[in-house]
């Protein structure tokens, strides 16, 4: 009986260890910095590893935070919302939350946060950046000068509305004087000015080009749009050889970009990627809540309640030493897709 026991028990041992990822891993201290963990602030230790990225993010429904530093008061760059083999990021602000919030919730608690972000992020999505975007390129398809930015197109909207509503002061009038004759590439303006007043011809002229100039900015203002953002994302793995060709030098998360465009001929790069620096996974702590973080290429931190280590060239889920044209060629048709 002694020895059947002891044969069960080195079976179970031995399914412990060969589990993929998984929330408790065994902790190896080797040293490294520890305070006290109800205070918030990290700790830094070695800890055992489970799967690796691509196994585990493949298969797992797992949330992953990225930060420049593991600090109960950093709030994320990006958050990685893994499930069924698609990705969601999320930009950190977009929840309003620190790690030190996310570390007291559990994940259920902040995937279910997740889908109220997701209706707050679609609402707010086409913000102050891309609306100047919009503004700047219908100026630029009307008056032809790449010189008028955004603002250009609000001091057109003002003067349109001054008309509309027989509201125009003088310093308008010249405004919409000198960009009339701008326009018609009148050289001498200072000239034109002296003998342009009380001809009402040409005065009739100024506010029919103002109209139809504001009319064309605003249509064409109307045909662009923005067509993010972008949830539920296909993803690959890629791993870049040494110079041997036979071990493991960097890690790639790469999936489709999450750059929007209006312009459909100025998409040039159809990935985004975030590179993982090989070594061991370290384990963090804020308050009771462990995090399993691997180094970013650069700096920064990629950490998750799971324990997971890099790809080797002998993992089954990894692209090996793809160029950079075959891994922009990767996604280029999901991000076509888009703009059909």
Do not use: H
Request: hydrophobic content about 35%.
């Amino acid at each position: 009986m002694k020895r059947k026991m002891t044969a069960l028990l080195t079976v179970v041992l031995m399914f412990t260890m060969l589990a993929g990822c998984g929330n408790s891993s065994q902790t190896v201290t080797t040293g490294g910095t520890t305070s006290d963990s109800s205070s918030g602030i990290s700790k830094e230790t070695a800890s055992s590893t489970g799967g690796t990225l691509s196994e585990c993010l493949s298969t797992e429904k797992v949330i992953a935070y990225e930060v420049d530093t593991v600090d109960k008061s950093e709030t994320p760059d990006n958050i990685y919302f893994f499930e069924n083999g698609k990705v969601t990021v999320i930009p950190g602000k977009e929840f309003g939350l620190t790690m030190g919030d996310f570390a007291q919730m559990t994940d259920e608690e902040i995937w279910e946060k997740l889908e109220a972000v997701k209706t707050s992020y679609i609402e707010n999505y086409v913000d102050a950046d891309k609306e100047g975007q919009l503004k700047s390129k219908a100026i630029m398809e009307v008056i032809n000068d790449p010189a008028w930015s955004s603002d250009r197109y609000d001091t057109f909207q003002e003067i349109y509305t001054a008309l509309v509503n027989n509201e125009v002061t003088e310093e308008m009038e010249m405004e919409m004087i000198q960009s009339y004759l701008l326009y018609n590439n009148v050289e001498d303006t200072d000239a034109i000015l002296e003998g342009f007043w009380g001809k009402t011809e040409v005065y009739t002229d100024v506010i029919a080009y103002w109209k139809n100039t504001i009319e064309e900015m605003t249509q064409i203002k109307e045909s662009l749009s923005y067509k993010g953002p972008f949830f539920d994302l296909p993803f690959v793995f890629a791993v870049e050889t040494d110079s041997s060709g036979n071990n493991a030098q960097s890690e790639s998360l790469i999936y489709p970009t999450l750059k929007d465009s209006y312009d459909i001929e100025n998409i040039d790069k159809f990935y985004d990627s975030l590179g993982f620096a090989l070594g061991l996974t370290t384990e963090q702590q804020i308050y009771d809540t462990t995090y399993n973080c691997i180094a970013l290429s650069g700096s920064g931190r990629f950490c998750t309640r799971e324990t997971m280590e890099t790809d080797t060239i002998d993992s089954k889920n990894v692209l090996v030493d793809l160029s950079k044209d075959e891994i922009n060629e990767l996604f280029r048709e999901e991000v076509m897709v888009r703009y059909e």
